[in-house]
Every structure is written in structure tokens, then in C-alpha cells.
């Protein structure tokens, strides 16, 4: 966590909570003035006095710290919807099923962005009996390869991580409908539907 919380982020949660200063003083067990010093700037919370605040404004430790309240949108739980994030440093893929913050080397993550496949990314899916044979016409250098092909359905991501000087291929069981996605570690994300 980058910071600590401050009094404008108290203020604006007790405030969403309908509460007064007296009141929020009086969950936690300090004064109301206590409660206006750190909303006004003049003092902060004492570290043993966060999880006592978190209560009394009914929200996570994480949720202060980040001064809002999070609210779980991924209610259908569709693995389609989960984020994938890659480190630009060391390659790790990370996968979140809903809103996450994400750091790997030191560099917090955005969620990946995938796109439409271009010329120089084709992938191509071929069924083999009873399996998905996924090829990508690309090169495999030491400079410019594709770091991973993942096969995201409904219900899961599976995650075949691929190495310079390797094939730019796997094989997958088919589970569905879904999407092949595929990250080349100069150009970024591209996936095409199943």
C-alpha cells in the first residue's frame, strides 16, 4: 500500500455511511474531536485504531486503503470475464476472476488487453480428434517470441507457457465455447473466438 489513510477518505466514507463524527467516535472509543483532527489534516489514525475504523464504516482494511468500497460485479462468475495480467519484466501471468491490483517486479499491472489477431500473429485452430491443436505463425527468437497460449472458457483458464526457440504450439481439450488468447512478449495480447 502506497499511503496511508488520510482524513479526507475517512470523511468521505462516513459520510456515504450517513454518519456523524460523534458517532463514528463512539464505535471505535475515541472523541469526536479526535475524529475531526484527522479529517481536518491536524493527525492520523493510529495503526492499531484501522481495523476498529474499517468496522465501524463496514468495509474491508483493503477497501480504507484504497477509500472506497468494492463491489463484486463479476456476479455471473464467467471465467470470459476474468483478467489476465503479464509482468513486462519477467513474464508471469497472472489471472484475477474480478477486479484485483495486481504488482509483479515491483510494477503494478494493468489488466492485458487482447486484440484481434494481425497478419503477423495468425492463429490457427485445428481439431485433432479429440483435442485443439493451436499453431501461431510467428517467430521464436530470444527477441520476439510468443510467451503463452491460454484457452479461456466459461468455467476456466488453462495456461500452456511457451519459450524462445520452442514451437509457437499446444493442445488443448475442447470444453465449449471459449477463446484462444495468445501474448507475444513485443506486441502484446491477441485472441480468437473457439
Known sequence: MS????????KTL??????????????IGV?????SKWETGRGLPDITLIEPIAGALDISVGELFAGEKIVNRNISASMLR?????????????????????NCCGVTLPPYEFEEP?????????????????TVDHPMTKEHYISAILYRTCDRVETVKLYPEGNPECR???????????????????????
Open 118 to 134: 494481425d497478419d503477423s500473429h495468425k492463429i490457427d485452430i485445428e481439431r485433432i480428434e479429440d483435442e485443439l491443436f493451436v
Open 172 to 194: 488443448f481439450f475442447p470444453r465449449g465455447r471459449g477463446e484462444i488468447l495468445i501474448v507475444c512478449n513485443r506486441h502484446g495480447g491477441y485472441k480468437i473466438r473457439t
Open 14 to 27: 462516513r459520510g456515504k455511511k450517513n454518519m456523524t463524527q460523534a458517532q463514528m467516535a463512539s464505535l
Open 31 to 35: 472523541s469526536d474531536k479526535t475524529i
Open 82 to 102: 476474468s483478467r489476465i495480467y503479464v509482468c513486462p519484466i519477467c513474464g508471469n501471468i497472472i489471472e484475477a476472476v474480478g477486479e484485483a491490483s495486481v
Open 3 to 10: 499511503s496511508y489513510i488520510n482524513g479526507e477518505v475517512i
